[in-house]
């Protein structure tokens, strides 16, 4: 029976070794260094009691020896047996923490050699341990998505899978250090229920993350349709899954999103490196923070803002602007300097007419150091708040924000300047003179589930069903207005600070708004409403489009009893009759109920948008905004 019980304790001990050099990479480096600790921290003091026992009037002797048998221990050798006759060794628990040390270094020095020795074998492990917890299968590598890897490696129960034609040997060993799997069989390529089985992806409770995240978003978009296509004949559940897709274009989205009857991922976020770029420098440095808001919580001053560089970065600069620099009390104004401005603005003069006829945006053909440039300056040194540059080249930046800081300063201008680049953010902290730089991609950013989470609840209390919860009104929630919702959501900061309130505040007292406070948020909940539709494209409703859709829905109503004609919205064409001043929403309200015999009060939804905030975080509590 004793040596039954040896033989299954030192298979699982065996068993237990094996998955701890190739699982959790945290995990395993943690365990690697708890391993050395322990053989240095026990092996010492026996080994140099033994000798010392044994060579009592030679203590070079024995401090050599000492050291000799601790280095041997990290090589797979053991002198336990040299140190038999000792006192130590005759007392049974230090002879078995003897050994206990020699098996901690054995464990410390064996990744390399099973790497080495067994790496296919190694390999079976690790697809063994990408079965179980979260999976986020992760197409195209580069340093980008290893980085992102390991990001989702750090969070506990997570299995990453690396999915590549082909993979350079530094980022192939980068992979191997993080005990994730790489695949670049035919197999993975096609998302084939052969992969899918290999990685343990089955009908059931198990969530699975699809990344598409090469630099080619052509690429993503094909991979993600194979993807679609392996888990519907799979018959995954579209709530166990996500798409995160590095696209040009965000309407991709609603090709991918499960709605209705169509088959699809339950979550789909999209996002390109310019557009993360632009929220990362929003999210670190908000415009809110530039400004002075009275105990109303109106602004007490316009936002102005001047962007050099009118690239794919520049234009996502611009948006997020736009869409977080709206503020009631505050009027929007932002100048855009770009040499070669004439040349390259000429779709988002066409794209964007909407947006560029509602707002104060100036686009000049102008160089950042021309003279045009400082002369703007001068004109607005009392105004301007916000400053970013972003003309692709680091060095070009680093000469533009020299002059500029430096400038600004003179004229005692208080806005700060900012780099924003595809590589990342970087600003000097004019108080402490330290240059801080962010990297954006970070999971938070390209993965919100905070936001999510959210605009879950958001859009659950929006939809006003007592019948379904908040994970049933979401999956029946279009792409667009899952956006819509995720843009509110992420406004709430800003919501808060014009109050003079915070989220610990809220969540402990309640929001506790004043009826003046109610009517100010509301309207700035209307002008960052407005912003985000026009940034997305939309138009105001013309009134004979008015008359059409209501027509339509009358006409419907009559024949079935039912219509499913939402007047003052036309996704179609991108029309939508909301987007007009405060002031005359009580008048489209009263219109759209005589139609529809309903009690709508849309000065009243962006009030209660507003008041959500406090309902949202409570619920949503410990994941608080970053």
């Not at 809220?506 to 960052?528: A, C, F, I, K, W």
Request: glycine content about 6%.
């Amino acid at each position: 029976m004793f040596s039954f019980v040896t033989i299954l304790l030192s298979a699982a001990l065996f068993a237990a070794i094996i998955f701890i050099l190739a699982g959790n990479f945290r995990f395993s480096k943690k365990a690697t260094g708890i391993f050395m600790f322990l053989a240095v921290a026990l092996g010492v003091p026996l080994y140099g009691a033994g000798y010392a026992y044994l060579s009592p009037d030679n203590l070079p002797l024995a401090v050599l020896r000492t050291c000799f048998s601790v280095c041997g221990m990290f090589l797979g050798r053991s002198d336990a047996l040299l140190v038999a006759d000792t006192p130590v060794y005759e007392t049974p628990i230090l002879a078995a923490g003897l050994w206990f040390a020699c098996t901690c270094a054995l464990c410390a020095t064996a990744s390399a050699a099973i790497t080495t020795v067994g790496a296919k074998a190694m390999k079976r492990i690790r697809v063994l341990m990408a079965r179980r917890g979260e999976l986020s299968i992760i197409y195209g590598v580069n340093e980008d998505s290893v980085s992102l890897g390991q990001q989702i490696m750090e969070r506990r129960g997570n299995s990453v899978v690396f999915v590549d034609k082909s993979v350079s040997s530094s980022l192939m060993n980068t992979i191997s250090s993080t005990r994730a799997v790489l695949r670049t069989d035919a197999s993975a390529l096609s998302c084939d229920g052969a992969f899918l089985k290999s990685v343990g992806v089955r009908p059931g409770p198990r969530k699975i993350s699809v990344y598409a995240v090469d630099w080619n978003p052509a690429n993503n978009i094909s991979f993600a349709g194979l993807c679609m296509k392996g888990m519907e004949q799979a018959q995954l559940k579209p709530e166990q899954t996500a798409l995160i897709l590095n696209g040009s274009e965000s309407s991709v989205g609603s090709k991918f999103q499960a709605l209705g009857e169509k088959y699809g991922f339950g979550s789909v976020t999209v996002f390109n490196d310019a557009s993360v770029a632009a929220r990362m420098l929003i999210r670190s440095y908000p415009p809110y923070k530039t400004l002075r808001f009275r105990e109303d919580g109106s602004a007490a001053e316009d936002f102005d803002a001047l962007i050099i560089g009118f690239g794919r970065v520049g234009q996502a600069v611009l948006a997020e602007l736009v869409k977080n620099g709206q503020f009631q009390g505050s009027t929007f104004h932002a100048a855009v300097f770009s040499r070669d401005m004439d040349s390259i603005s000429g779709y988002y003069h066409t794209g964007y007419e909407t947006l560029l006829a509602n707002y104060d945006i100036e686009l000049r053909a102008a160089d950042a150091r021309s003279r045009q440039m400082y002369d703007y300056l001068r004109a607005h040194a009392h105004t301007l708040k916000y400053a970013v540059i972003c003309c692709g080249s680091e060095k070009v930046n680093e000469e533009i924000e020299e002059d500029l800081s430096r400038h600004l300063r003179a004229i005692h201008c208080s806005a700060q300047v900012y780099q924003c680049t595809y590589s990342g953010l970087r600003h000097l902290n004019p108080a402490t003179l330290d240059t801080e730089m962010k990297d954006i991609y970070r999971l938070n950013l390209i993965r919100d589930s905070r936001l999510d989470a959210m605009a879950m609840e958001l859009n659950h209390m929006y939809c006003s069903n007592p019948d379904s919860t908040a994970s049933e009104d979401w999956a029946g929630c279009d792409y667009f207005s899952r956006m819509s919702s995720r843009a509110s959501a992420d406004f709430m900061p800003a919501m808060l600070y014009a109050v003079g309130k915070t989220e610990q505040e809220v969540v402990e007292n309640g929001l506790n708004l004043t009826p003046e406070q109610r009517q100010v948020l509301g309207m700035t909940e209307h002008l960052r409403w407005c912003a985000f539709h026009y940034v997305m494209g939309y138009r105001p409703m013309p009134p004979e489009t008015f008359e059409e859709r209501a027509a339509e829905y009358l006409r419907q109503k009559q024949e079935t009893g039912a219509s499913q004609v939402r007047i003052t919205k036309n996704a179609a064409e991108r029309e939508h009759a909301c987007l007009i001043p405060w002031d005359e929403l009580d008048e489209l309200s009263r219109r759209e109920n005589e139609i529809t015999g309903k009690n709508l009060d849309y000065k009243e939804m962006d009030i209660q948008n507003v008041l959500a905030i406090e309902k949202l975080l409570r619920k949503c509590r410990g994941n608080g905004w970053s």
